[in-house]
């Protein structure tokens, strides 16, 4: 029987390993380089697995941006192992007091990073743990792991695998079998198989009293020679990127009963796992938004998330931000915006000042809108169309604008993001584009104080709000909140939007740059009118010139706008 997960393909047997483990063989696109640090790894007595995020993301057909490999090498052995392979492998020290080394592959530049079996301890400030020790096993190593399916574990198999006729293929998350003749439960057979779960400490690493210099005193036994051939014979040496390798599954916490039902849950009791590091708050409410399939958190896991959401006051401000600009970004971000609205209250506080109709707006406008973290927030954050308390009130939009920039800066966004969001939120609410005589002119008064990607993406976010507006009051047309209209529409901003195009393909003129005069010309003119012009003055004089054109009174040329000039120098 053969199960594909996608990209991948579990050839079953089902092999209960110990009393709360499950075993698969599956077929794995690997890329080379990875391959060759396992087989370097093995060929010298080490058990490596590769493990975490890129098994999980391989499972569900994704690419994974990082392979992570687990290993009973101690991070000195890694080094020395892999000094006799300099000419494929730098090492690079990342996380030594942690159990973890990076290895990049020279010849593309990859870095995979080798960390030692460990178990941690207590941790007493609800984000690192006192000490690390190392392990002797891969399963304390994965007891550690925050979620069930981050805790899945593979090691290559140096055999053939038999294939039978049966296919079980991954399909939106969930199992079905194809191709099954008089397929019945005996042809999903459990074989044993032996394991150790011995739960032995080899070294006590102690995150806050022993440094990394330590390591260099310890003496480990000989290296296991590796075959001579294996240098010649790396994967990475071949021409090809990925290779199909037939690898051994290891799952002791229903990693892939949970991938199965599309479910995030923690690895043994929920509060606990939060209450060790709380970020994993954070990484599971992402994991909900990003993931494909519609992922859920499990009741207990959900239950942890509300219970302690305020440990994330224990948090650095920093690593919140990274993982709430990946779930703002991620493909189910409006779900779960809605579902865990008061820890993103908690972590953003001025949200809390929007009205509820307006927070069901914004979240729904996310479902629909660009994955760029400059447009999400901006939409995240819009007082348009329902919270009219602010965005016609000066004085509140201004502390609303105020109190947005504060908690962008206390979360340690860029500097990019918090003024081009922030740029975009004002912009948002001044909607006189919509009420101008000619809206062609008023867009270029827009163009001549910001650059056209700022406004390009302001005509997209209207786009979204409007959208979103038409869908959310076909919803729900017996509210009357709804039936009042923003003060955007689709014939508005079609036209908006084909102003623009011109504006662009007939490069018409909406910037000092683009007149057909300039500052020494002007001087020319002044002088020839026995004037000398100051510098302010020029700058006024080109202003002036600049409106005319935009307001259409005179085109950008030379001629008119020198007949221009000399009415505003005599005048002066």
């Known amino acids: 029987m053969k199960w594909a997960l996608n990209s991948c393909v579990i050839s079953c047997n089902f092999a209960n390993i110990s009393q709360n483990m499950q075993s698969y063989i599956l077929s794995m696109q690997i890329p080379n380089y990875v391959i060759d640090i396992l087989k370097i790894l093995e060929s010298h007595g080490f058990e490596a697995y590769i493990v975490g995020g890129c098994v999980r993301d391989s499972l569900l057909g994704l690419s994974p941006k990082d392979w992570d490999i687990t290993s009973n090498a101690e991070p000195m052995q890694t080094q020395q192992l892999f000094s006799i392979y300099a000419e494929s492998f730098e090492v690079i020290p990342i996380g030594l007091k942690y159990g973890t080394l990076g290895i990049r592959d020279k010849k593309m530049g990859n870095l995979v990073e080798i ?71 005996s042809d999903c057979h459990i074989k044993q198989s032996e394991i150790s779960n011995t739960l032995e400490s080899k070294m006590d690493f102690s995150t806050t009293t022993q440094n990394d210099k330590n390591l260099d005193s310890i003496k480990f036994a000989p290296l296991h020679p590796a075959p001579t051939h294996l240098v010649e014979n790396l994967d990475s040496k071949n021409s090809a990127t990925h290779s199909s390798i037939n690898m051994q599954l290891f799952d002791y916490h229903n990693g892939i009963k949970h991938l199965c039902e599309r479910k995030i849950a923690c690895v043994g009791n929920a509060q606990e796992r939060f209450l060790e590091d709380s970020l994993r708050i954070m990484r599971a409410i992402r994991f909900a938004s990003v993931l494909p399939f519609s992922f859920q958190l499990s009741s207990q896991t959900k239950e942890a998330v509300f219970l302690l959401t305020q440990k994330l006051s ?7 931000q990274i993982e709430f600009t990946k779930l703002l970004c991620g493909q189910y971000a409006h779900r779960i915006l809605s579902i865990y609205k008061s820890v993103f209250f908690f972590i953003l506080p001025p949200l809390k000042i929007l009205n509820a109709m307006q927070s069901n707006h914004n979240f729904e406008a996310l479902s629909i809108a660009p994955k760029n973290i400059i447009l999400r927030l901006s939409l995240l954050f819009c007082p348009l169309p329902y919270a009219k308390d602010i965005y016609k009130n000066r004085e509140k939009l201004q502390k609303y604008l105020c109190d947005y920039q504060a908690i962008c800066k206390q979360l340690h966004f860029d500097n990019k993001t918090i003024q081009r969001s922030q740029t975009l939120l004002q912009l948002l609410c001044n909607t006189e584009i919509f009420t101008a005589q000619n809206s062609k002119i008023a867009l270029k008064y827009l163009l001549s104080q910001h650059d056209i990607e700022i406004i390009s993406q302001l005509i997209l976010l209207y786009v979204v709000l409007q959208k979103t507006h038409e869908a959310l009051g076909e919803s729900n047309l017996k509210d009357s909140i709804l039936q009042e209209m923003p003060p955007y529409s689709k014939e508005q901003l079609y036209a908006i939007t084909k102003d623009l195009n011109e504006i662009i393909i007939n490069k018409e003129c909406y910037k000092l740059s683009q007149l057909s005069i300039n500052g020494i010309a002007l001087q020319d003119i002044a002088k020839s009118m026995g004037i000398t012009l100051q510098g302010k003055q020029i ?10 054109v935009i307001e259409e009174e005179i085109p950008n040329t030379f001629h008119s706008l020198e007949s221009r000039a000399r009415f505003y120098i005599a005048r002066l």
């Open 539 to 548: 700058g006024i004089l080109l202003t002036k010139l600049l409106h005319a």
């Open 314 to 320: 224990l948090i650095a401000n920093e690593r919140i």
């Open 115 to 185: 960390t030692t079996y460990r178990f941690e301890s207590e941790y007493k400030d609800g984000r690192r743990p006192e000490c690390i020790q190392f392990a002797k096993t891969l399963q304390e190593d994965l007891s550690r792991r925050d979620f069930s399916i981050n805790a899945l574990a593979c090691k290559m198999l140096h055999k053939d695998i038999k294939t039978e006729e049966h296919v079980v293929l991954w399909a939106d998350a969930g199992l079905r079998v194809q191709n099954s003749k008089n397929l019945e439960s």
